[in-house]
C-alpha cells in the first residue's frame, strides 16, 4: 500500500533518534552518556504522584471533556494571572495532549495548503514537520549567533508575504536556551500587528531562567497582541511531568473552539489522571519549580566552562532552558569530518556521549547539548568530548 504524501516527507525527530541510539548501546553494555534528552531528570514531585493516585481511587478514569476539565482549566487561567497578569476565560483556553500536541491541533486549524509559517532558526525540530503535515510552508529566518540567535524586527519584515498566516516565537528557546526581552518583544508584536499576523508563542520553558531578566509574554504586553497571540505551555519541563503528555493553549474563542473539535475527533480527550495530577501542579502552594530551577542554574555554570574550554568549541551562555548549544564546526573540521552530523556521531561511537547535531534544528554547525544530567556525568562528558577533540586534531 502506497502511504500518504503528508508522510512521506517527514523527517525523524532528531532528538528522540540520538536519544534511541544511545539507549541501544546502553542495552549493549556500553557506558553512554545522554546529552540528547530533553527532559528534566528527576521525578515528578509527590505531591502530584498522590493527586494522581487520589484521582484514581476516586474514580477518574472515565472520559472528560475534550478540551480538558474545567478544573483544571480554571488553574491555568489562575497561573496566567499570576505569572503573566493576563487573563483568560474558560472557553479561551484547551488542554491538550503534551504542548506538542497544542502545536499540531493549532497548525491544523489555522493553516490551509500553500499558507506560509515563519520560523526563526534555529528551531525546534518538531514546528516545520507540523507545519508541512498541515500542508502549509515553513519559511525559516535565519537568527545569528551575534545576536543570541534571535530574529530581529527587520528580519521578520522582510520575511513576510501575502502568504503569511504566522510566525512561531519560543522564548526561552530549544536549543539556544535564549530569550526576547520586553524591548524585543514588543518591536516584534509591532511587526505582527501591522501585518496582522498571528503569534505562536511557545512557552513551555518559562519557569527556567537563570538571569535576573524576568519572562515576558509577547501577549501581556497590550490587549492588541493578545488578540493575535496564541500561547502554549505545559507541565512537562516546569514540574518534570514529561510522560504525562499534558500541555494546553491559550488564545482567541474562535482557535480555541476549532482546537477542541478538532480534539474531540482525534485524542478525545487528555488522559483523565494526567490531568488530576496537573491540576495539582497548578493548584498547590509547594512550589518544587524554584529547586529545580537551582539545579539546573548550578549545573549550567559548571557545564558551560567546561564545555567553552574545549578547543575549537564555543558558546553562547543561555538565559533559559537547559541545553547548551555551541558552534563545534572548527572542532569538527580539524578532527576531519565534513559535517557536524559525522562528528557527533564518531563522538558517540568512539566516546560514549550521545549528542544531538545542530542540523535537525537548522543550524548544522552546532550541536545540542542537554544538562539535564548529574553534575559528575555533565563533568565526565565534557572529559570526554576534550579527549575526543584533541586526540582527533591529528586527522
Known amino acids: 500500500m502506497e502511504l500518504a504524501h503528508r508522510v512521506k516527507t517527514l523527517s525523524p525527530s532528531s532528538t528522540l533518534a540520538i536519544t534511541a541510539k544511545a539507549k541501544e548501546l546502553?542495552?549493549?553494555?556500553?557506558?553512554?552518556?545522554?546529552?540528547?534528552?530533553?527532559?528534566?531528570?528527576?521525578?515528578?514531585?509527590?505531591?502530584?504522584?498522590?493527586?494522581?493516585?487520589?484521582?484514581?481511587?476516586?474514580?477518574?478514569t472515565k472520559y472528560t471533556p475534550a478540551g480538558g476539565i474545567v478544573e483544571l482549566k480554571k488553574a491555568i487561567a489562575a497561573k496566567f494571572t499570576d505569572d503573566n497578569e493576563l487573563s483568560?476565560?474558560?472557553?479561551?483556553?484547551?488542554?491538550?495532549?503534551?504542548?506538542?500536541?497544542?502545536?499540531?491541533?493549532?497548525?491544523?486549524?489555522?493553516?490551509?495548503?500553500?499558507?506560509?509559517?515563519?520560523?526563526?532558526?534555529?528551531?525546534?525540530?518538531?514546528?516545520?514537520?507540523?507545519?508541512?503535515?498541515?500542508?502549509?510552508?515553513?519559511?525559516?529566518?535565519?537568527?545569528?549567533?551575534?545576536?543570541?540567535f534571535k530574529i530581529t524586527p527587520n528580519e521578520l519584515e522582510e520575511a513576510i508575504t501575502d502568504k503569511t498566516k504566522a510566525v512561531v516565537i519560543n522564548s526561552p528557546s530549544n536549543?539556544?536556551?535564549?530569550?526576547?526581552?520586553?524591548?524585543?518583544?514588543?518591536?516584534?508584536?509591532?511587526?505582527?500587528?501591522?501585518?496582522?499576523?498571528?503569534?505562536?508563542?511557545?512557552?513551555?520553558?518559562?519557569?527556567?531562567?537563570?538571569?535576573?531578566?524576568?519572562?515576558?509574554?509577547?501577549a501581556s504586553l497590550s490587549n492588541e497582541l493578545k488578540e493575535q497571540t496564541v500561547i502554549i505551555n505545559g507541565v512537562s519541563k516546569s514540574h518534570a511531568m514529561t510522560g504525562w503528555r499534558i500541555g494546553y493553549a491559550a488564545g482567541s474563542k474562535e482557535i480555541i473552539k476549532a482546537m477542541t473539535n478538532l480534539a474531540s475527533h482525534s485524542t478525545s480527550n487528555p488522559t483523565s489522571i494526567a490531568q488530576y495530577a496537573a491540576l495539582a501542579a497548578y493548584s498547590t502552594e509547594e512550589d518544587t519549580t524554584l529547586e529545580l530551577k537551582q539545579v539546573f542554574a548550578d549545573r549550567l555554570d559548571v557545564f558551560y566552562d567546561l564545555i567553552n574550554d574545549i578547543p575549537g568549541?564555543?558558546?553562547?551562555?543561555?538565559?533559559?532552558?537547559?541545553?547548551?548549544?555551541?558552534?563545534?564546526?572548527?572542532?569538527?573540521?580539524?578532527?576531519?569530518?565534513?559535517?557536524?552530523?559525522?562528528?557527533?556521531?564518531?563522538?558517540?561511537?568512539?566516546?560514549?556521549?550521545?549528542?544531538?547535531?545542530?542540523?535537525?534544528?537548522?543550524?548544522?554547525?552546532?550541536?545540542?547539548?542537554?544538562?539535564?544530567?548529574?553534575?559528575?556525568?555533565?563533568?565526565e562528558a565534557a572529559k570526554r568530548i576534550k579527549r575526543f577533540v584533541v586526540n582527533n586534531q591529528s586527522k
Not at 576531519?336 to 554547525?365: C, I, M, Q, R
Request: glycine share 8%; with cysteine.
Open 313 to 379: 568549541i564555543s558558546c553562547v551562555k543561555p538565559e533559559g532552558a537547559f541545553y547548551l548549544f555551541p558552534n563545534v564546526k572548527e572542532a569538527a573540521t580539524k578532527n576531519g569530518f565534513t559535517s557536524v552530523d559525522e562528528w557527533v556521531t564518531a563522538l558517540l561511537e568512539e566516546e560514549k556521549v550521545a549528542l544531538v547535531p545542530g542540523s535537525g534544528f537548522g543550524s548544522p554547525d552546532n550541536a545540542r547539548l542537554s544538562y539535564a544530567l548529574s553534575l559528575e556525568e555533565l563533568t
Open 26 to 60: 546502553k542495552q549493549q553494555g556500553h557506558d553512554v552518556i545522554g546529552l540528547g534528552a530533553g527532559e528534566p531528570d528527576f521525578n515528578t514531585p509527590d505531591y502530584i504522584l498522590e493527586a494522581a493516585k487520589k484521582a484514581m481511587d476516586d474514580g477518574m
Open 88 to 148: 483568560y476565560a474558560n472557553d479561551q483556553i484547551i488542554v491538550t495532549t503534551g504542548a506538542k500536541h497544542a502545536l499540531y491541533t493549532l497548525f491544523q486549524v489555522i493553516l490551509n495548503k500553500g499558507d506560509e509559517v515563519i520560523v526563526p532558526s534555529p528551531y525546534w525540530v518538531s514546528y516545520p514537520e507540523q507545519i508541512k503535515l498541515a500542508e502549509g510552508s515553513a519559511v525559516f529566518v535565519q537568527a545569528s549567533e551575534k545576536n543570541h
Open 175 to 218: 536549543p539556544t536556551g535564549m530569550m526576547y526581552n520586553k524591548d524585543e518583544l514588543e518591536k516584534i508584536g509591532e511587526v505582527c500587528l501591522k501585518h496582522n499576523i498571528l503569534i505562536i508563542s511557545d512557552e513551555i520553558y518559562e519557569k527556567l531562567i537563570y538571569t535576573e531578566k524576568p519572562h515576558t509574554s509577547i
